[in-house]
């Protein structure tokens, strides 16, 4: 299903880059909202018993609304992989919410912190993988993949919660 995050493809030189640290770490900031906290979480648990991580990479959500990229610019998301081998591969994603009350922006704007984690993590498994693609092309591939890896999340995870409140919904 999803050829880009399959081990099978991947680079010997890029597994050989670390020895012994691997996984997919993450840290939060404190003042990130609770829900989105919990559900980043969530989504987090999910992907490590679903996908490798032979080299570690770690995740860094601060309490902006936007990060500086290493052009400069701002963006929600980006993903480091440094040249020295005995460095880990760093996400950073944009985590500060303006929470007004209104839930349902707050699922939105989760939603979206989870797709661009997704997207980043796309650009590690393609540096794994040595993709080798015009620009356009990598940014292209990353949000394809993403969107992949969201939609296989919310069947395993909120299929089951969906269908219990259609239930309930019924019952009343």
């Known amino acids: 299903m999803n050829k880009l995050w399959n081990l099978e493809h991947f680079s010997a030189e890029a597994l050989h880059r670390t020895v012994v640290r691997d996984g997919l770490r993450i840290r939060i900031h404190p003042q990130v909202h609770p829900f989105l906290r919990r559900e980043v979480h969530t989504f987090v648990r999910w992907l490590r018993a679903n996908y490798p991580f032979p080299i570690r990479v770690n995740v860094y959500i601060p309490n902006t609304k ?28 944009a985590g500060g919410c303006d929470y007004d009350g209104d839930f349902r922006a707050l699922q939105n704007y989760t939603w979206g912190t989870i797709f661009t984690l997704a997207h980043e993590l796309g650009h590690y498994y393609q540096y794994l993988n040595r993709v080798s693609l015009t620009p356009r092309g ?12 969201q939609e296989a999340y919310y069947d395993a995870e909120w299929d089951e919660m969906d269908e219990w409140a259609e239930e309930c919904a019924d019952e009343s």
């Open 66 to 93: 936007k990060i500086r990229a290493n052009d400069g610019d701002l963006c929600y998301g980006r993903c480091f992989v440094p040249d020295d081998p005995d460095d880990s591969i760093t996400i950073d994603i």
């Open 138 to 149: 990598i940014e292209w591939q990353a949000t394809y993949y993403a969107h992949r890896v």
